[in-house]
């Protein structure tokens, strides 16, 4: 059954797999067993890493590797609404922990505490098509599950890794320049340390008014980088969302090849916590520029998929109103405003400007009103809570 066309005979594998794994349950005699597939090649010396991974609480530790369907890492930070498979992880960058905390993984190379599986029989519902998403989902939530990405393994049957067709990559940014502090000028630095990353336009929308630097000044900050500069009156109301449509409407293009990067200079606002002692306010917003902006491969291959991508990911369909404007409502947000999205998702309609709401917080609640969150995907710190915890930042950025 197994050299059958996969996706011919999926619950029947899955079936057969239940099975398999019920009968595993009767022979455990260890504390800890070891699943490794035959078509998974994982690194000599995984087992040792895999088990060094095990504290309390901990059920699983899986070794990585790529599907045999979409060619994506079958590691996932959630499952998908309506039975639609999951939301699939892409691999940290080189500088951030290794192992980290999943919602669940594939079983071609994986440790789990024999505890957990003498609790738990292997079953497939009616309308489930996979036992270890079911498995994974049905475990208690106080089971911790890691996965290891220092042991990623070669999968023999996988699909090679997607490519994205994305080529052209925009930039639409928002600055408040004030006069009282330097900080909308610590993110330009941040910016401008990957500018090249943006082959197409560079529009940088920045706020006017009493106590702010003047346009040519924040031009000047850019060098000799090629940036078009678009002004308006500061709204201390509207806050970035005053120049938000501004910034949509000069990347207006439906170009079925290009990806557009928002973010504002973010902190402008907190002068005395970011000028101050290294607070998680700093390492929260160099966070987002590293994760978005240092490896665009990750960010291309969730772009295949994926309408949006950011960070610091929010659901909340119990509350859509939860922005302290009071008016803003959208049922998931990236929390910060920073984000890619795929143009041609974007501007195929009227949809971006109709969602739009004039209010304070209406740029953040945008991504949650024009996307459902299955639509989106969130390449670190999804769902994250305490968001100016400096200890869940590593590495913790210092500005320069």
């Not at 497939?124 to 998403?133: A, F, I, K, R």
Request: hydrophobic content about 35%; overall charge negative; glycine content about 6%.
């Amino acid at each position: 059954m197994a050299d059958l066309p996969r996706d011919q005979q999926l619950i029947a594998v899955n079936e057969q797999m239940c099975r398999i794994y019920n009968l595993l349950r009767t022979e455990l005699t260890t504390d800890y067993v070891w699943i490794l597939e035959d078509d998974i090649v994982p690194p000599d010396d995984v087992l040792s890493r895999l088990l060094n991974s095990f504290e309390e609480h901990v059920a699983s530790v899986s070794a990585p590797y790529r599907s045999r369907f979409d060619g994506r890492y079958l590691v996932w930070s959630r499952e998908r609404a309506g039975n639609a498979g999951v939301h699939q992880l892409c691999r940290p960058l080189l500088d951030r922990p290794q192992v980290e905390e999943i919602r669940g993984s594939g079983f071609g190379c994986i440790v789990l505490r024999s505890e957990v599986l003498e609790q738990r029989p292997f079953c497939l519902p009616q309308g489930e098509t996979c036992y270890d998403v079911w498995f994974f989902r049905e475990l208690e939530p106080h089971w911790k599950r890691f996965v290891d990405w220092t042991t990623v393994c070669q999968h023999l049957h996988n699909l090679p890794q997607p490519k994205s067709e994305i080529t052209t990559r925009n930039l639409i940014y928002h600055i408040t320049p004030f006069v009282t502090n330097d900080i909308w000028l610590r993110n330009v630095r941040q910016l401008l340390k990957r500018i090249d990353l943006f082959n197409g336009k560079r529009v940088i929308a920045v706020a006017t008014g009493d106590g702010l630097i003047a346009p040519d000044q924040v031009q000047a900050a850019f060098g000799n980088h090629q940036v078009e500069i678009i002004t308006r009156p500061n709204s201390t109301q509207l806050r970035e969302n005053a120049t938000f449509l501004p910034l949509l409407e000069s990347i207006a293009d439906p170009a079925p090849h290009t990806a557009t990067f928002y973010a504002h200079a973010k902190g402008v606002g907190k002068d005395v916590c970011c000028l101050g002692p290294p607070l998680g306010s700093r390492y929260r917003r160099n966070a987002m520029y590293h994760e978005l902006l240092d490896d665009w491969s990750r960010i291309n291959e969730l772009l295949i998929d994926s309408a949006i991508v950011g960070t610091h990911r929010r659901q909340h369909n119990e509350n859509h109103q939860i922005y302290p404007d009071g008016q803003s409502t959208s049922p998931w947000h990236f929390a910060g405003t920073f984000f890619w999205f795929r143009n041609a998702d974007v501007f195929s309609t009227d949809r971006w400007r109709e969602v739009w709401q004039p209010t304070g917080w209406g740029a953040e609640a945008w991504p949650g009103r024009m996307f459902d969150f299955e639509q989106s995907a969130c390449v670190a710190y999804d769902g994250l809570e305490d968001l100016y915890n400096p200890a869940v930042y590593f590495p913790q950025i210092e500005d320069e």
